[in-house]
C-alpha cells in the first residue's frame, strides 16, 4: 500500500490545519498516512533533529513525504525522501525562498498551491509549471452544518445588530485592521454596525488597543474571549450577516470559501486571489483599494439593497459548493498522490550539501 507521511509545523494555522484534517478523513482511509511535527513543541524540536530522524524511516511505510511548510520541505529533502509534494497554505517568509530553490534545483517536487497566484509566484522562483498545481482548499461542510442556531445571542448581538465578520485568524496578511476601519466608520453612521473577530492570531492585541482608540469595545466582538473558550470559525459565521474580506496577496484564502460556502454575503477588497473566487456584483461586491471609507461605502450599499444581497448569497453559495468542495478536493488529491508514486524513485539524486 502506498504510504504517504505529512510533515507540518506544530501549530498549524487554520487553512493548514482543516486540509490536512480533511485530507486524513477522506482519502486517509485510502492510503497509510502517518503525520509528524517539525518544531518547537513537535515531534522533532528542530530541523536537524528532524532530518537526523527522518533518515530511518523506512521507505516502504512513507513512500511520500508530504510537506506542508518550507522548514518541513527541507526536512524530507535533507532526508532524502524521493518523492515530494509540498502544499504551503501560508504565506513563506523570505528567508526561506533561497532554501526552496536549492530544493526546487535538485529534486523533483510536486507543488500543490491552493490559488493561481501562489502557483505563479513558485513558477517565478524557478518551480516547473508541469509540476505545479493548483489545488483549492475545501470547507468541512460537517462543521457548518452543527453550528449553534444561538451562536448569535451567545456572542452578545441583538437581533437588530448589523453584524460584519472579518474571516478567519488575524494575521498582518487578513488586514483586519482595514475592516475594523470601516466598521467603526459604519458605526458613527448607523450603532446597529457590530465587528466579529474570531480572536486567534498575532494581530488580536493590536486589534484590542485600535479598537479601544477609534471607538467604543463594543464595536467589535472577540468571539473566543466572548464565549470563554475555543471555537471553530465556522461555528461563528452563522452570527454574520456580511463577511468583510480585506485580506492581501498572499493569504489563506479558505476563511472566504467558507463564508461563500455558508451563503454569507461578501464585500471584498480586490487582489489576486480574490479575483479568482470572487466577481463583482455577480458573487460579492468588490472594491479596488483597501480605503475603509469605500470598503464601508460598499458595505451600505449591500445593506440598503435586500434584493442585491439575496442574489449576492445565491451566487455565493453556488460558488462556494463548486470552489471549496470536500469530495473535489479529496479527488484531486488522489491524483497528486498517484503521479507522484508513479515517478522514477530510483533516479540518482544530486547532494544537497547546503543542508
Known amino acids: 500500500m502506498l504510504g504517504v507521511l505529512h510533515l507540518h509545523p506544530p501549530h498549524c494555522d487554520f487553512q493548514t490545519r482543516r486540509c490536512l484534517e480533511l485530507l486524513l ?26 532530518i537526523f530522524r527522518l533518515r530511518g524511516v523506512r521507505r516502504d511505510q512513507a513512500c511520500i513525504a508530504h510537506a506542508w511548510g518550507p522548514a518541513q520541505l527541507a526536512a524530507a529533502a535533507a532526508a532524502g525522501f524521493p518523492r515530494l509534494v509540498f502544499s504551503p497554505q501560508a504565506g513563506i517568509h523570505p528567508k526561506w525562498w533561497r532554501w526552496i530553490e536549492l530544493i526546487l534545483r535538485n529534486r523533483d517536487v510536486e507543488i ?36 449553534d442556531p444561538g451562536i448569535r445571542a451567545r ?5 437588530t445588530d448589523l453584524v460584519l465578520l472579518a474571516p478567519g485568524e488575524s494575521s498582518r496578511e487578513a ?13 458613527f453612521l448607523d450603532p446597529r454596525y457590530r465587528l466579529l473577530i474570531w480572536g486567534r492570531g498575532p494581530m488580536v492585541g493590536s486589534l484590542r488597543r485600535l479598537a479601544r482608540a477609534i471607538s467604543t469595545e463594543a464595536l467589535m466582538v472577540l468571539a473566543e474571549p466572548a464565549i470563554g473558550g475555543e471555537i471553530d470559525f465556522e461555528q ?22 467558507v463564508c461563500l460556502f455558508a451563503g454569507l454575503p461578501v464585500v471584498a477588497s480586490e487582489s ?10 455577480v458573487s460579492g461586491l468588490v472594491e479596488p483599494s483597501l480605503n ?3 470598503l ?26 463548486a470552489r471549496f468542495s470536500a469530495d473535489r478536493f479529496a479527488a484531486d488529491w488522489r491524483q497528486v498522490y498517484s503521479r507522484v508514486s508513479g515517478s522514477d524513485a530510483s533516479r540518482p539524486m544530486a547532494p544537497l550539501v547546503a543542508f
Request: with cysteine.
Open 25 to 50: 478523513k477522506t482519502v486517509g482511509s485510502e492510503l497509510a498516512m502517518t503525520s509528524r511535527s517539525i518544531g518547537p513543541g513537535g515531534n522533532y524540536q528542530n530541523l536537524p533533529e528532524a
Open 272 to 281: 489576486a486571489e480574490t479575483r479568482e473566487f470572487v466577481q463583482d456584483d
Open 175 to 187: 488586514s483586519h485592521r482595514s475592516a475594523l476601519w470601516a466598521a467603526a466608520i459604519l458605526n
Open 292 to 294: 475603509p471609507r469605500r
Open 155 to 159: 456572542l452578545g448581538f441583538s437581533k
Open 296 to 321: 464601508a461605502q460598499r458595505v451600505r450599499t449591500l445593506q440598503n439593497d435586500p434584493r442585491l444581497r439575496q442574489k449576492l448569497a445565491r451566487a455565493a453559495r453556488s460558488v462556494g459548493v
Open 236 to 257: 461563528i459565521v452563522s452570527a454574520a450577516d456580511i463577511a468583510l474580506f480585506c485580506a492581501r496577496d498572499p493569504s489563506p484564502i479558505l476563511p472566504q470559501g
Open 112 to 147: 500543490v498551491c491552493p490559488t493561481q497566484f501562489v502557483r505563479r509566484m513558485f513558477i517565478s522562483h524557478g518551480a516547473s509549471a508541469a509540476r505545479c498545481q493548483v489545488v483549492s482548499p475545501a470547507v468541512d461542510a460537517g462543521r457548518l452544518n452543527g453550528a
